[in-house]
């Protein structure tokens, strides 16, 4: 019952409440000229500095479902779940090297996301608009699984009813705040309210990592406990470590991920919104914090095992939901004041993120689909305002999605927005540095990595959960035909086809002499400092970023 | 913020050999072998979750170590 919770309530509806308010006063922060362009509603202004940037991407990337979904995961299956770990330490290095290209060649030109550079790069429309659409699609379920994270929260603190409505009342309610400041504000209300997101989730990290083990008697029997958990189950794939039959999909899980998580467009809109090279560069040394965050927190599943957590149910009769493993362990342990602070992170974990998804998938839409093919003629005033509307559309999609649909529906989603995402991999990253690819090629590779990895998540199921396809990632390499009973993440299969097409196409299409799209950059445009004017391609009137 | 080098052709400012030290934290990670272990314990935590958890503080230094010195080379250049 929710009247047993009702400290935890209330400190999570003022912090929740204090931080909508800080949403709409966003809007006067750092206050432009005018937020009638999209550089100042969708970028922020295209000037945060290195602290803003640090609050503002880790509270971008580590979302309120990772906060959930990592310890689940750890809870049910052990060492598999830690790939996070690796994940979030090759991310960094990686954006090091990739990220600072694209923020300079989009400073130099402009451009707003993904797919304006690959517009920009092979002269595709048709190229640009596969990769708006696969990022679109990729994270409109990326957005529905923040509100999982925020169910998780409301139903441990029994915030939950019979009735569809009853029951997800409390999250309409968070989402239509959301888009109101979002609408408002743009960047600037998620880039604040990650500050207040960030200090929270710090302190509760933090305190449970050092408060529980001295509760459940250390480390040591923590890990004693969940040892004894994965012995006595009978699923093969569990334990404290690794098997032999995981290991490659651990490894391929890990560096798929860390590749994908640079080509949603969420990360992009972060990365660009920053000022210069500089702020980029030296955030790859400071968030990595986050990680170890993000390690401690992993972890607390195995101090829910050692806790006696059981999860609640979930929506469908006899099935159970882990996601709530983490509020349920924070309920049972913490004093309830300090238990509504703990859910308050979480929440407001999930509103940050969500923001700037929508706001990165408002923006492909208005700059690769709108203007591209219904106005060209728009105006940086009309970009901003359909950028709006369209990011109310997409939370409306979101919030119909955890409504109307299973969860579990979501979370299936998500997985194989993953491998969608990859896809646009060769065109994007690869783009960055090379334009040996031919823009046919690259529509090639996309086709046949999309096929494949569609393909691949059909094949799997999970005989414990009854599920015939879709029940993973994890493709056992069996079905290739290999004799054994390792698997592999599907991502990684199906991006290194989608590379190999993509080289074969353009050798073909190179000997057949095709024509190929016309490169706007330059060489010199991927160095670029922001002591460098932007070049004047749609210079009608628009104000340039740099004084 | 540093100050610009005016006179240089932007491109030259990136290509430094200490680029390639970030493969280490890229690379390290992803070898199982060398952490799919038990023992040895760190307060209580087994190999495998410690030593992971060292390697942020690898990657830590290496992006670190790589700015500082791509950032130093640039400053030689602006003086010369």
Same mark, same amino acid.
């Given at each position: 019952?929710?009247?047993?919770?009702?400290?935890?309530?209330?400190?999570?509806?003022? +912090?929740?409440?204090?931080?909508?308010?800080?949403?709409?006063?966003?809007?006067?922060?750092?206050?432009?000229?005018?937020?009638?362009?999209?550089?100042?509603?969708?970028?922020?202004?295209?000037?945060?500095?290195?602290?803003?940037?640090?609050?503002?991407?880790?509270?971008?990337?580590?979302?309120?479902?990772?906060?959930?979904?990592?310890?689940?995961?750890?809870?049910?299956?052990?060492?598999?779940? *830690?790939?996070?770990?690796?994940?979030?330490?090759?991310?960094?290095?990686?954006? !090091?090297?990739?990220?600072?290209?694209?923020?300079?060649?989009?400073?130099?030109?402009?451009?707003?996301?993904?797919?304006?550079?690959? &517009?920009?790069?092979?002269?595709?429309?048709?190229?640009?608009?596969?990769?708006?659409?696969?990022? $679109?699609?990729?994270?409109?379920?990326?957005?529905?699984?923040?509100?999982?994270?925020?169910?998780?929260?409301?139903?441990?603190?029994?915030?939950?009813?019979?009735?569809?409505?009853?029951?997800?009342?409390?999250?309409?309610?968070?989402?239509?705040?959301?888009?109101?400041?979002?609408?408002?504000?743009?960047?600037?209300?998620?880039?604040?309210?990650?500050?207040?997101?960030?200090?929270?989730?710090?302190?509760?990290?933090?305190?449970?990592?050092?408060?529980?083990?001295?509760?459940?008697?250390?480390?040591?029997?923590?890990?004693?406990?969940?040892?004894?958990?994965?012995?006595?189950?009978?699923?093969?794939?569990?334990?404290?470590?690794?098997?032999?039959?995981?290991?490659?999909?651990?490894?391929?899980?890990? *560096?798929?991920?860390?590749?994908?998580?640079?080509?949603?467009?969420?990360?992009?809109?972060?990365?660009?919104?920053?000022?210069? &090279?500089?702020?980029?560069?030296?955030?790859?040394?400071?968030?990595?914090?986050?990680?170890?965050?993000?390690?401690?927190? %992993?972890?607390?599943?195995?101090?829910?095992?050692?806790?006696?957590?059981?999860?609640?149910?979930?929506?469908?009769?006899?099935?159970?939901?882990?996601?709530?493993?983490?509020?349920?362990?924070?309920?049972?342990?913490? =004093?309830?004041?300090?238990?509504?602070?703990?859910?308050? %992170?979480?929440?407001?974990?999930?509103?940050?993120?969500? %923001?700037?998804?929508?706001?990165?998938?408002?923006?492909?839409?208005?700059?690769?689909?709108?203007?591209?093919?219904?106005?060209?003629?728009?105006?940086?005033?009309?970009?901003?305002?359909?950028?709006?509307?369209?990011?109310?559309?997409?939370?409306?999609?979101?919030?119909?999605?955890?409504?109307?649909?299973?969860?579990?529906?979501?979370?299936? +989603?998500?997985?194989?927005?993953?491998?969608?995402?990859?896809?646009?991999?060769?065109?994007?990253?690869?783009?960055?540095?090379?334009?040996?690819?031919?823009?046919?090629?690259?529509?090639?590779?996309?086709?046949?990595?999309?096929?494949?990895?569609?393909?691949?998540?059909?094949?799997?199921?999970?005989?414990?959960?009854?599920?015939?396809?879709?029940?993973?990632?994890?493709?056992?390499?069996?079905?290739?035909? *290999?004799?054994?009973?390792?698997?592999?993440?599907?991502?990684?299969?199906?991006?290194?086809?989608?590379?190999?097409?993509?080289?074969?196409?353009? +050798?073909?299409?190179?000997?057949?002499?095709?024509?190929?799209? =016309?490169?706007?950059?330059?060489?010199?445009?991927?160095?670029?400092?922001?002591?460098? =004017?932007?070049?004047?391609?749609?210079?009608?009137?628009?104000?340039?970023?740099?004084? | 913020?540093?100050? =610009?080098?005016?006179?240089?052709?932007?491109?030259?400012?990136?290509?430094?050999?200490?680029?390639?030290?970030?493969?280490?934290? $890229?690379?390290?990670?992803?070898?199982?072998?060398?952490?799919?272990?038990?023992?040895?314990?760190?307060?209580?935590?087994?190999? !495998?979750?410690?030593?992971?958890?060292?390697?942020?503080?690898?990657?830590?230094?290496?992006?670190? +170590?790589?700015?500082?010195?791509?950032?130093?080379?640039?400053?030689?250049?602006?003086?010369?």
């Amino acid at each position: 019952m929710w009247r047993d919770h009702l400290t935890e309530i209330i400190v999570f509806a003022v +912090l929740f409440f204090g931080v909508s308010v800080l949403g709409f006063v966003a809007s006067r922060w750092r206050r432009p000229d005018t937020m009638e362009h999209l550089d100042e509603w969708g970028l922020g202004g295209r000037n945060f500095g290195s602290w803003i940037t640090w609050f503002l991407v880790g509270g971008d990337l580590y979302t309120a479902y990772t906060f959930v979904a990592v310890p689940a995961l750890v809870f049910g299956a052990g060492a598999m779940g *830690f790939f996070a770990v690796p994940y979030t330490v090759i991310i960094y290095p990686l954006f !090091f090297l990739v990220l600072v290209r694209l923020w300079s060649v989009s400073h130099r030109h402009g451009l707003v996301t993904p797919a304006d550079f690959v &517009r920009a790069r092979f002269g595709s429309p048709t190229l640009a608009l596969l990769v708006a659409i696969t990022g $679109i699609v990729a994270t409109m379920p990326y957005i529905a699984l923040q509100l999982v994270g925020i169910e998780a929260v409301l139903k441990t603190m029994g915030v939950t009813g019979e009735s569809t409505l009853a029951r997800h009342a409390p999250i309409i309610i968070a989402f239509a705040i959301l888009a109101a400041y979002t609408y408002q504000s743009g960047l600037r209300a998620p880039a604040l309210i990650a500050f207040v997101k960030d200090t929270l989730i710090y302190i509760v990290i933090l305190v449970a990592v050092f408060w529980l083990p001295s509760q459940l008697g250390g480390w040591g029997a923590i890990f004693g406990a969940a040892q004894a958990k994965y012995d006595a189950s009978p699923a093969a794939g569990d334990g404290l470590l690794l098997n032999a039959n995981n290991q490659l999909q651990y490894i391929t899980l890990a *560096f798929g991920s860390a590749l994908a998580l640079f080509l949603y467009p969420h990360s992009v809109t972060g990365v660009l919104a920053s000022r210069n &090279r500089d702020v980029i560069k030296r955030n790859m040394s400071a968030l990595p914090a986050y990680s170890l965050l993000l390690g401690l927190l %992993a972890m607390l599943g195995f101090a829910a095992i050692a806790a006696g957590v059981k999860p609640l149910p979930g929506a469908n009769p006899g099935s159970v939901d882990t996601n709530t493993i983490v509020p349920v362990l924070f309920d049972k342990q913490f =004093p309830d004041w300090f238990a509504g602070v703990a859910f308050a %992170a979480i929440g407001i974990g999930a509103l940050v993120p969500a %923001a700037i998804m929508s706001i990165a998938a408002a923006n492909l839409f208005t700059r690769n689909i709108y203007k591209e093919y219904l106005n060209r003629e728009a105006s940086p005033a009309q970009e901003a305002k359909v950028s709006k509307v369209a990011s109310l559309v997409v939370k409306v999609g979101a919030l119909l999605c955890i409504v109307l649909l299973d969860p579990q529906f979501s979370i299936d +989603l998500q997985l194989i927005g993953g491998v969608i995402i990859l896809q646009t991999l060769p065109s994007v990253a690869l783009g960055l540095f090379t334009r040996w690819f031919h823009r046919g090629a690259l529509i090639t590779g996309w086709v046949a990595g999309m096929g494949l990895g569609m393909w691949m998540l059909y094949q799997i199921a999970n005989p414990a959960t009854g599920r015939m396809h879709f029940a993973g990632s994890a493709f056992p390499l069996e079905k290739f035909g *290999f004799d054994t009973k390792a698997t592999i993440y599907v991502g990684f299969v199906a991006v290194l086809v989608n590379i190999i097409f993509a080289v074969l196409a353009t +050798l073909v299409l190179r000997a057949g002499k095709v024509t190929d799209g =016309p490169d706007a950059t330059e060489h010199d445009d991927y160095f670029v400092d922001e002591d460098s =004017p932007r070049r004047g391609i749609d210079s009608e009137g628009e104000p340039v970023a740099v004084a | 913020m540093g100050e =610009p080098a005016p006179d240089r052709r932007p491109g030259d400012r990136d290509h430094s050999p200490w680029n390639w030290l970030l493969i280490v934290p $890229i690379v390290l990670p992803l070898i199982t072998t060398f952490y799919n272990a038990s023992s040895p314990d760190l307060l209580g935590f087994p190999r !495998f979750y410690w030593q992971q958890l060292s390697y942020i503080l690898v990657g830590v230094a290496t992006t670190t +170590l790589v700015y500082r010195m791509t950032k130093l080379t640039r400053r030689r250049d602006g003086e010369g």
